[in-house]
């Protein structure tokens, strides 16, 4: 197979790298406080940690309302330091998730190595390196107003903390995997104590992560933002295309890691993902945003999950040999992928898994405070305690009940309040009745998954409701599957899964007497076609291959979406609902109740429970636009 590069050569991921151990200390005061941050990329985001404890975690997109919002977090920062109730004097450390300076050398080398054909990209990436990227330091500073130190911990390093300090473990091997940091693109190695140790790495331009990004943009979807989609299409499709893929674009090694044939690819220097090659092999160009989705892109969408999920369980097989350990800690973006996680789960490679629920670039900011505490600051390891130190990720923002009612006079809003029980009562029967609800509670949650505090939820058992939901609510394509939350002590009960799964990032097989029995006629159906039949009690939760990517409800995690999650239990006998994020296609999920009430106006969901309040559509005067939400829309 040709794969040949000019790119200067870089270390397999089976080829040991220098230990990251042994960096200097930074003298700090007791009960050390940390600010993580990422940005730049897509979905920046804050992180304040206080004594190795999570205090809060924000992604910006949040609260500027753009989508995957790159921009240095702010408004984000603002939030955790207002959650941890101090200012900026009060910060012991500020730690970014990258060595940008590494990562602008790799910028450097590999268009210098192929040019003149880098050019127009360079020309197009170099203003935002030169007048922005390169001098963090200096806007940290002054955005801040902060003049301590700051530490830069390298991109796969913050990953691997992410993974590993949050985790339930006390030792474990990690196993991160997404487009590219400086110059790593997967890591592997162990952590321990107060300590992660990247033992190896597969380096750039060879990337599983931007591998995945090329069949997102050759199947008409946004990279960065909709390999989801194309994870979510695949069961529509047949691997037909995965021969092609292992012989013409991949060489992959036993330990999972590969050399990929540039010739097929654009992403290295041009302004594409993929080349005219690319399009000759797999039978014509990418397909145009917004067009009637083919078969083709179907059969794409399989072949690329196959062939992802071969390279996962290779390369978790290798660390699993490398490192001897029995349990394993994953983080970036290719974590996301539930498929490929769940069938890593039942391969049984390693007895525990535990996913960073930010596992993209979002949760680099909690990676790199981390670091900061243990390797800069030299703090001891946290006590585990059996559950990992996320919270659920609850992480956010909160509105109480008197910031709501304040919100609901100013804005002429009519909802009545309820104590607990009545609220409770009253929504499970609202959703037993069809109705679609948007739930807003507590904190906001961090990650891309709404786990119970910023959802919109139904009926699983209605065979309309993934239709209506993604059409007249969501307002996005109508293949989309719709994710189940259910009752920690009933999981099994419904699905083919013995571990919890709280953040939406495994995915599991309805179980057999759940399941309805499809007819001769309705077997002989394909692709799209198969979208309408009703294949289970729980149709809106269960995907053409009869699997679902679930979300286990813990009560010690989120209390009164276990709650109602019982109530509807006690209606229905189902413990399951349908929970997808608050927020249409394009938006980000909402972070107040002014976009949440925004949202339900806007949209066909019926009833908004705010807090303790609940407010019924008909109910609501004429609608329009707040001038906060406007200016806020206007101005970014």
């Known amino acids: 197979m040709k794969a040949e590069s000019t790119i200067p050569e870089r270390d397999e991921l089976r080829v040991a790298t220098r230990s990251r151990l042994g960096v200097p200390a930074v003298q700090c005061r007791p009960l050390p406080t940390i600010l993580g941050l990422s940005a730049y990329y897509h979905d920046s985001a804050a992180c304040l940690l206080r004594d190795g404890e999570i205090v809060a975690a924000a992604q910006e997109e949040r609260f500027s309302r753009v989508k995957h919002d790159h921009r240095f977090p702010e408004h984000a920062v603002r ?48 203003p935002a390196w030169l007048g922005e990227k390169l001098w963090v330091p200096d806007l940290i500073s002054e955005a801040l107003g902060y003049r301590g130190p700051i530490v830069f911990p390298e991109h796969h390093e913050s990953h691997a903390a992410s993974a590993f300090f949050p985790s339930p473990f006390p030792r474990a091997a990690f196993l991160t995997m997404d487009g590219v940091g400086e110059w790593a693109t997967s890591s592997w190695g162990v952590g321990q104590g107060n300590r992660v140790e990247l033992m190896a790495e597969l380096r750039f331009p060879h990337s599983l992560g931007l591998l995945y990004s090329a069949f997102t943009y050759h199947a008409g979807f946004k990279v960065n933002s909709g390999e989801y989609k194309l994870m979510g299409l695949a069961p529509y499709g047949e691997p037909r295309y995965a021969r092609a893929i292992r012989e013409h674009l991949l060489d992959v090694k036993e330990d999972g890691s590969f050399r990929m044939n540039l010739d097929y690819f654009d992403y290295v220097g041009g302004l594409r993902m993929t080349s005219p090659a690319f399009d000759q092999l797999f039978g014509g160009p990418p397909r145009e945003p917004e067009t009637p ?19 996962v369980l290779r390369m978790a097989r290798h660390v699993r040999t490398g490192t001897g350990e029995r349990d394993l800690c994953l983080a970036g973006g290719v974590a996301l992928n539930c498929v490929a996680n769940g069938k890593l789960l039942r391969a049984g490679v390693f007895d525990r898994l535990w996913i960073q629920p930010a596992a993209g670039d979002a949760g680099g900011a909690v990676g790199a405070a981390y670091v900061a505490h243990h390797h800069h600051l030299g703090a001891p390891a946290r006590a585990r305690t059996g559950r990992d130190a996320m919270r659920g990720a609850f992480l956010g923002t909160a509105h109480d009940d008197a910031a709501v009612a304040t919100f609901l ?38 990650g891309p998954r709404a786990l119970g505090n910023r959802s919109i939820l139904g009926d699983p058992r209605a065979p ?28 099994s009960e419904w699905f083919e899964i013995d571990v919890e799964s709280p953040y939406m990032l495994l995915v599991a097989e309805v179980r057999k007497e759940r399941q309805r029995r499809m007819s001769s006629e309705e077997e ?5 076609d198969k979208l309408n039949v009703l294949r289970s009690d729980i149709p809106a939760v269960t995907h053409v291959d009869y699997s679902a990517r679930l979300q286990t409800v813990h009560r010690d995690d989120n209390p009164r979406f276990h709650a109602l999650l019982s109530a509807f239990e006690a209606r229905t006998g189902c413990p399951v609902l ?30 908004l429970v705010l807090g303790s309040f609940l407010l019924r559509k008909e109910a609501q005067p004429p609608f329009e636009e707040s001038e906060d939400w406007r200016k806020r829309h206007v101005l970014d």
């Open 524 to 528: 002989r159906l394909w692709g799209i």
């Open 578 to 607: 349908v929970n997808t994020s608050f927020n249409v296609r394009g938006e980000p999920i909402v972070e107040s109740p002014e976009d949440a009430y925004t949202c339900f106006m806007r949209t066909g969901i019926d009833v």
């Open 409 to 446: 006079e100013r804005r002429g809003a009519r909802g009545d309040r309820l104590e607990e029980r009545g609220l409770l009562d009253a929504v499970a029967g609202l959703l037993a009745a069809g109705k679609v609800v948007g739930w807003f509670q507590g904190r906001m949650e961090f």
């Open 79 to 126: 939030a955790c330091l207002k959650e941890g109730g101090i200012g900026v004097d009060a910060l012991d450390c500020v730690a970014f998730y990258d060595k940008l300076f590494l990562k602008f050398d790799r910028i450097l080398e590999t268009h210098l190595a192929i040019a003149p054909r880098g050019l127009p990209a360079f020309v197009r990436a170099i």
């Open 293 to 311: 989705l083919t078969q083709r892109e179907m059969d794409l969408a399989r072949s690329i999950q196959d062939v992802t999920e071969e390279i």
């Open 464 to 491: 309309d409701m993934q239709r209506r939901m993604n059409l007249a609510i969501k307002f996005r394509e109508g293949f989309r599957p719709f994710a189940p939350a259910v009752l920690a002590e009933r999981a």
